[in-house]
């Protein structure tokens, strides 16, 4: 993977293989820069300008969901692009992000009330994915939202 443009379109590194431990990802390759902060995360160097192992530190994954007692519902599903959202045993603020299959946050909603009403009537029909969280960034529910034609 060549990655990184720089003056006179040199890349910053090479990456030959990566791999994730302990929540954090980390990449061998030939680095050609120091650096500590890109617009994908912050990157700590280890050695001078050769092959060797950097760690990136960004977001790599999400929190597991580990309260059963709590019940999202999502209706219907799918639909033309009007979603009900529902929730049961959760007394905190809550979030929605609603992403597209590029990985792109297309929609953040507060949830306010038991249910609230999403509007994605202005996305083209496909498969989405949505994610809540509490107001301490918590994972409490996720899944995949359907725009029908």
Do not use: W
């Not at 995360?41 to 760690?55: D, H, R």
């Not at 597991?64 to 603020?93: D, W, Y």
């Not at 590029?102 to 999403?118: A, D, S, V, W």
């Not at 949505?130 to 529910?141: L, M, N, P």
């Amino acid at each position: 993977m060549n990655c990184g443009p720089c003056a006179g379109n040199t890349p910053l590194f090479f990456i030959y293989a990566i791999a994730g431990y302990n929540g954090h990802i980390y990449a061998g390759g030939n680095f050609l820069a120091s650096y500590s902060s890109t617009p994908y995360g912050n990157f700590s160097s280890t050695g001078n300008p050769a092959s060797y192992l950097e760690e990136y530190t960004g977001i790599v994954g999400i929190n597991e969901m580990n309260n059963i007692s709590r019940k999202i519902s999502i209706f219907p599903n799918p639909s033309k692009g009007i979603f009900n959202i529902q929730l049961q045993g959760i007394n905190e603020k809550t979030e929605i992000h609603i992403y597209n299959l590029l990985g792109e946050n297309i929609c953040n909603t507060q949830i306010n009330t038991n249910t609230t009403k999403i509007d994605l009537t202005s996305q083209p029909p496909g498969t989405y994915l949505y994610r809540i969280v509490s107001e301490k960034g918590e994972a409490i529910g996720s899944g995949k939202l359907i725009i029908s034609q």
